[in-house]
C-alpha cells in the first residue's frame, strides 16, 4: 500500500477556501469532456472513498484514495482530438460510450465497425476503420499512456505528491495484467488507481442502467479487471440500506467534501490559486494541439493590460485567474467542432457558442472565483450588442470582461488555428483596429498595442 507524507500537504496561509471544494468543483469541467453526466468525478470520489473508509486504510492513504479518484481525468482532454480524428465522430460520445463497452474484443470491434464515421462518406468511413483495425493495440496505448501521463503532470502541477500523480498514471491498469499502458498486474498497480478505476465503473453502469448493473458488471469484471477482494468490498457496500440514495443526493458535493480526513484538508491561498488556475487552464488548452499555451498568454495580457489600465491588487490577480480559465467551457464542445478546417454548420456554430456559457457555469461553481465567472464567461460579447451568450450592449460589458476579450482576440490571430496560419502582429492589429467600437474597446486596444509592440 502507498503512504502519502502528510507534511506534504501543508499548505495552509490562513484561507478558509478548502482545496476539496474547489476540484470538486472544477471535477465538473472534467466530466463534460468524458462525455460522463455532471458529478460523475464526484459520486466516484464518493463511492471509492466509501470504500476506503470500509478498508480501514489510514489517513494519508484515504486522502491519496479522494484526489486520485476525484481527479482521475485530469489528462482526459490531451487525447480528445486524436479520438475525434480516429474515429470521425464527437470524441466526448465515443468516451462514453467505450466506457460502456463490455469486457473483451468483441463488443470494441463491433463498435469500430458500427459507430466509426457514422454520418460520413463511405470511403472515409472505411478508410477509418481499416485504420483503427490495423493499428488498434498501437493506437489505444498510445491514447491511454497520453491521457495518464499528462494527468499525472498536472496532479504534480497541483502541488500533490508522487502517490496520487502515481494513481493517476494508473487509472487504466488491470489486476490481471491486461490493462493499459504498462500491463501492471495484481499489487503492483497502486491501490489507489485500483479503487478510482472501479468506482468510475460501478458509476458509469449506475448512471446508465441503475444500481444492479453496477453490481453486475463489477462481479463480472473481478479477477480481470479489478482484485476480488475490492469487488467484494463493493458488493458489501452496494447492499446497504441507503447505499444508492447517498449516491444520487442533491447533496452529493457537499458530501464528497466531508470524506476528506480532517487531519489532510488543506486551505488554499492565494499563491496556490493561481497555480490551480494555471493547471487548468493547461487542462483546457490540452484539447486541442492549437490551443497550447493559449490560456496562459491570454492570462499574461489580461495581467499587463490590466495594470496599464489601473487594475490593481486583488482585483488584478483575479482578472488574470479570470482570463487564464476564460475557455474552460471548451471542455465542453466536441474536437470535431473545434478542430474542423471549413466554416461551421448551423449546429456546430450552435455548439461551438455554448462554450462561453459553460465557463460561466463551471466558474461560478467555485467560491473564490464566482465574483469573475460572468466577466470571464462574456469574452465573446461585443460593444455592438452582436456577440454570444447573451447579446450584451456596451453598457453592460465590464471593463475586465473588455480586458479578456482584447486578450483573447490578440492570441487567437497571432496563433496557429485548423484553418489558417497564425498572422504577424501587425497583420493582427491591423485586423483588430477595424473592430474598434464594434467588437472591442478602443482603450483596451491602445494599451495592448503599446505592450505588444514594444
Known amino acids: 500500500m502507498l503512504h502519502a507524507d502528510p507534511s506534504q500537504f501543508d499548505m495552509r496561509v490562513g484561507s478558509t477556501t478548502s482545496l476539496a471544494e474547489i476540484l470538486g468543483a472544477f471535477s465538473y469541467a472534467l466530466d463534460l469532456t468524458e462525455g460522463q453526466p455532471a458529478g460523475h ?248 494541439p492549437y490551443t497550447g499555451g493559449h490560456s496562459g498568454r491570454v492570462g499574461y495580457y489580461a495581467g499587463a493590460l490590466g495594470e496599464a489600465m489601473g487594475v490593481a491588487g486583488a482585483e488584478l490577480r483575479t482578472l488574470k485567474r479570470g482570463a487564464m480559465l476564460h475557455d474552460v467551457g471548451k471542455l465542453a464542445v466536441s474536437s470535431r467542432v473545434l478542430e474542423k478546417p471549413g466554416k461551421l454548420d448551423d449546429g456546430e456554430w450552435e455548439e461551438m457558442r455554448s462554450h462561453a456559457a459553460h465557463t460561466t457555469a463551471i466558474l461560478s461553481r467555485i467560491a473564490p472565483l464566482r465574483d469573475m465567472a460572468a466577466v470571464a464567461g462574456a469574452h465573446h460579447e461585443r460593444l455592438d450588442g452582436r456577440g454570444y451568450p447573451l447579446g450584451l450592449d456596451a453598457m453592460l460589458i465590464a471593463r475586465e470582461a473588455r480586458i479578456i476579450t482584447v486578450c483573447d482576440f490578440y492570441d487567437a490571430l497571432t496563433a496557429d488555428r485548423p484553418y489558417r496560419a497564425a498572422m504577424p502582429v501587425e497583420q493582427a492589429l491591423g485586423i483588430m483596429a477595424g473592430e474598434v467600437g464594434k467588437a472591442i474597446d478602443g482603450d483596451c486596444f491602445a494599451a495592448l498595442r503599446e505592450i505588444v509592440t514594444k
Open 41 to 288: 468525478s464526484l459520486r466516484a470520489c464518493w463511492i471509492a472513498s466509501r470504500m476506503a473508509v470500509a478498508l480501514r486504510l489510514p489517513a494519508a492513504e484515504r486522502r491519496t484514495v479522494y484526489y486520485a479518484t476525484l481527479l482521475k481525468d485530469l489528462g482526459c482532454s490531451s487525447n480528445a482530438a486524436r479520438i475525434a480524428e480516429l474515429y470521425l465522430a464527437d470524441d466526448r460520445q465515443v468516451k462514453h460510450d467505450h466506457k460502456l463497452l463490455g469486457v473483451g474484443t468483441g463488443p470494441a470491434l463491433n463498435y469500430v465497425l458500427t459507430r466509426t464515421g457514422r454520418g460520413q462518406r463511405l470511403g472515409a468511413r472505411a478508410k477509418a476503420i481499416l485504420a483503427i483495425l490495423r493499428d488498434g493495440p498501437a493506437i489505444v496505448t498510445d491514447l491511454i499512456q497520453t491521457r495518464c501521463t499528462r494527468g499525472a503532470d498536472i496532479a504534480r502541477q497541483l502541488r500533490f505528491p508522487e502517490p496520487v500523480a502515481q494513481a493517476i498514471a494508473a487509472l487504466d491498469e488491470h489486476w490481471d495484467g491486461g490493462g493499459k499502458p504498462l500491463g501492471l498486474r495484481g499489487d503492483a498497480i497502486p491501490l489507489p488507481a485500483r479503487l478510482a478505476l472501479l468506482a468510475q465503473i460501478a458509476d458509469v453502469f449506475h448512471a446508465a442502467a441503475g444500481p444492479e448493473a453496477a453490481v453486475e458488471e463489477v462481479a463480472a469484471r473481478s479477477g480481470s479487471w479489478f482484485e476480488p477482494a475490492l469487488a467484494q468490498c463493493f458488493a458489501g457496500l452496494a447492499r446497504e440500506p441507503g447505499f444508492w440514495a447517498e449516491l444520487t443526493h442533491p447533496a452529493i458535493e457537499a458530501r464528497v467534501r466531508a470524506f476528506e480526513p480532517e487531519a489532510q484538508r488543506v486551505a488554499v491561498d492565494e499563491d496556490y490559486l493561481d497555480d490551480i488556475a494555471a493547471a487548468f487552464g493547461a487542462v483546457i488548452d490540452a484539447k486541442s
